[in-house]
């Protein structure tokens, strides 16, 4: 049996398994005896990435943040409503 390049040592699951391992080396996942490619902040290009991801990443939490507080203002004027709602018919009940 094959040994795995993932961890050395141990053998294989299986004697007709693939020996590379299926990830990206982008996502920093691959066999020990390849490289793989981590954020080199002296690079231009790896710092631009890093730039645009941090700003669509703020722009994704900014939207959440707009949504949420536009869903907590709409519930308080919902439960304010019902809240005047319940209490009428509460003092219809009792006085008819």
Not at 29 to 40: I, N
């Amino acid at each position: 049996m094959p040994v795995s390049k993932t961890t050395p040592g141990r053998l294989g699951a299986r004697v007709i398994a693939p020996i590379r391992v299926a990830f990206r080396h982008r996502n920093d996942v691959g066999t020990q005896d390849e490289g793989t490619s981590e954020f080199d902040p002296t690079n231009v290009r790896d710092l631009h990435g890093a730039l645009e991801n941090f700003d669509r990443f703020r722009s994704q939490v900014e939207t959440a943040a707009r949504r949420a507080v536009t869903d907590a203002v709409a519930l308080a004027a919902l439960l304010a409503n019902n809240i005047k709602i319940l209490i009428g018919l509460i003092l219809r009940q009792l006085f008819g």
